[in-house]
């Protein structure tokens, strides 16, 4: 008998070679966020498709990857990022023996620039890269979409726990603009984390054990998860606005009643005011 964990719990989204599409309205609870992986090597080093009326950005796990599109041809390293518009046709190529790379969607209705974002930026960058929390919900925060490129719908990066410590703390919920997904990854065993979905703490939509490569849908609720003790938990972490461009903002969040005190934690890698078009 399937629960509500089910519905917002994949498993080992990591596990398939080429490109494999684990996370779409289709088969989910999102509206509008897609999430993939694109695994290439030996076997399959490269791959072609086109993304139609979709925004895309990729982020790489792993590896060094070529990507041509629009004309151009990016080569990115590990936790390099590259925004493609809508409407493009994309080429990927491995340039190392293996590459891994995630891949995030969502519909818009307009075309947005071609953006590539390099992680060494992003790291002298205080209001990209930061930290957040206090003592047992200490996390580093990498903001590669963000505010710092022009897009539609999509934000995404990723984030870093101190071992045993709790994220997403405290709880928050931003369903009234985005919604969000996270890809655990750099968890190797025994690692893992407990990650919690709820509107209600009394009736928790999920409440799973993820490790490595799995990955939780968020489309409302608040979600924090924790670390198990001497190990960190790791993950990706993208949302899409359900109003394209004026609802793309980060860190404009509601925080569960009683844990108000010291403000979220996010207010680093806020967007200026977007401008509506």
């Not at 993208?238 to 609802?247: F, I, K, T």
């Amino acid at each position: 008998m399937s629960s509500p964990t089910d519905a917002l719990v994949f498993r080992r989204t990591q596990a398939h070679a080429g490109r494999h599409i684990s996370i779409s309205p289709a088969n989910s609870a999102t509206r509008h966020l897609s999430y993939g992986r694109v695994r290439l090597g030996p076997s399959r080093p490269s791959i072609e498709f086109g993304n139609q009326n979709e925004e895309t950005g990729f982020i790489v796990v792993s590896g060094e990857v070529t990507i041509t599109t629009c004309g151009r041809q990016f080569s990115l390293g590990r936790f390099d990022a590259l925004y493609v518009p809508r409407g493009s046709h994309i080429q990927m190529t491995a340039s190392s023996p293996a590459a891994d790379v995630a891949e995030f969607s969502a519909p818009v209705a307009a075309a947005y620039p071609l953006q590539v974002v390099r992680y060494a930026e992003i790291l002298r960058d205080p209001g990209l890269h930061f930290t957040a929390g206090g003592p047992a919900c200490s996390r580093e925060l990498h903001m590669l979409l963000g505010k710092n490129i022009q897009a539609g719908r999509l934000v995404a990066g990723f984030t870093f726990s101190e071992p045993g410590n709790w994220t997403s703390w405290p709880p928050h919920e931003h369903a009234g603009l985005l919604e969000e997904v996270y890809v655990y990854f750099d968890m190797p065993p025994p690692a893992f984390a407990v990650q919690l979905v709820y509107t209600d703490p009394e009736t928790p939509l999920a409440a799973a054990i993820v490790r490595d490569g799995d990955a939780v849908v968020m489309p409302s609720g608040y979600h924090p998860n924790v670390a198990c003790p001497g190990h960190r938990v790791g993950f990706i972490w993208a949302m899409a606005a359900h109003a394209e461009l004026s609802g793309r903002q980060f860190g404009v969040v509601n925080i569960q009643s009683g844990f108000e005190t010291g403000g979220s934690g996010l207010e680093s890698g806020r967007n200026p005011a977007p401008s509506v078009r």
